[in-house]
DNA sequence: CTTGACCCTGAACCATGGTTCAAGGCTATA
DNA sequence: TATAGCCTTGAACCATGGTTCAGGGTCAAG
C-alpha cells in the first residue's frame, strides 16, 4: 500500500517501532493521521520531525528541549535568537560536563600511576589506598 | 550516647541518612551492628566505607563497580593489577564520553555559527535549518 | 512523663529514554 | 482462505541513583 506506516518509517529513519510511539505519546512529536483501522500514517513533514529529533539528540539535547526546539521551530511568533540562547546553554552544558570527566580522568591518572600493577597485595595498590584515604 | 548512630554519620560524611541506608539495602555497604532497639551503629571502619565509595564515585565509578571495588579491597587472594584494570578500563570509558562531548560541542559550535542571533525569523535560523536537514 | 528529635521498616515514587508484554485486530501474499 | 507479519492499546518493566511516604518505635531533655 501507498501509506507511510509506522513500519516504513522506522526502516526508513532508523527509529524503532516503539520508540516513534514512545515519542508520539510523550508528545514530542505530533500525531499523525490515523486510516479507518486505526493505523498511523506519517507524512514528509512527519518524518523531517522524527529526524529533527535524532539529530537535536545526537547534538545532546533532552527530549524535553527537543520539544521546545520543535515548538520554537513552528511558531510564527518566536525568532533566532531564541534558539540561539537554547543552543548556548546546552554548548555551557556540554563544557560542564566534558570539564566534569577531564578531572576524572586526571584525578583517576594520577592515582593509578603509581600502582605497581602486579601481583603485590592490595595493600601497596595506591588506588584503593587513595581510596581509603590513605594518601 | 556514645553510638555513632546513622544520623551521626550522615552529619560527619555529608551523606544524606536515606543514602546511607540505600547503600546498604542495595548491598554496597557492609551491614552495621544494632543495638537492641534496631539502631545501626557505625564503627570507623564503616565510615572508611562510605567515604571510599564517595571518592570513587567522585572519580566516575558506578556503584556496581565501587562494589567490586570494596569487596576485591578486602579480598586476600585479589591483587593490584585487577584493581589497576578496572582503573584502565574506566579511564577509557571516561575517555570515549568525552570524545562524544567534544563532538557535539564541535557540531553544535558549528551550526550555531551562522545564525544570526537577532529577531530574524526561525526560517533564517542555521540551526533549525540544519536540523530540518536543510544544510 | 511528655515532648521533640531521632530512628525503624517496606513500599512507592522520581527522572531519563526507552523496551517488553499481553491480548487482540488488520493486511499482504501464496 | 490461511497465516505470517504487520498493527493497536495499556501497562509493566529496565537501569541508575537515589528520595519520599506512611506508620510506627526509641531516646534524651526538661
Redesign the interface.
Given at each position: 500500500m501507498a501509506y507511510l506506516t509506522i513500519g516504513k518509517v522506522a526502516k526508513k529513519t532508523g527509529v524503532g517501532v516503539e520508540t516513534i510511539r514512545y515519542y508520539e505519546r510523550s508528545g514530542i512529536l505530533s500525531k499523525p493521521d490515523r486510516l479507518p483501522s486505526g493505523y498511523r500514517v506519517y507524512t514528509e513533514e512527519n518524518i523531517?520531525q522524527l529526524?529533527?529529533l535524532r539529530?537535536?539528540q545526537?547534538?545532546?539535547f533532552t527530549l524535553g528541549e527537543i520539544s521546545d526546539?520543535l515548538s520554537?521551530?513552528t511558531?510564527?511568533t518566536?525568532?533566532?535568537?531564541q534558539?540561539?540562547d537554547l543552543?548556548?546553554e546546552?554548548?555551557l552544558q556540554?563544557?560542564e560536563?566534558?570539564a566534569i570527566?577531564?578531572n576524572?580522568?586526571r584525578?583517576?591518572?594520577a592515582?593509578?600511576q603509581y600502582?605497581?600493577?602486579?601481583?603485590?597485595?592490595?595493600s601497596?595498590?595506591s588506588?584503593?589506598n587513595?581510596?581509603?584515604?590513605n594518601s
Open positions: 523531517k529526524l529533527f539529530k537535536a545526537a547534538l545532546g526546539l520554537l521551530s511558531d510564527p518566536s525568532n533566532c535568537e534558539i540561539n543552543a548556548k546546552k554548548i556540554i563544557e560536563k566534558i570527566l577531564q576524572m580522568r584525578d583517576l591518572d592515582i593509578a600502582c605497581p600493577a602486579n601481583s603485590q597485595p592490595i601497596d595498590c588506588i584503593i587513595h581510596l581509603y584515604g
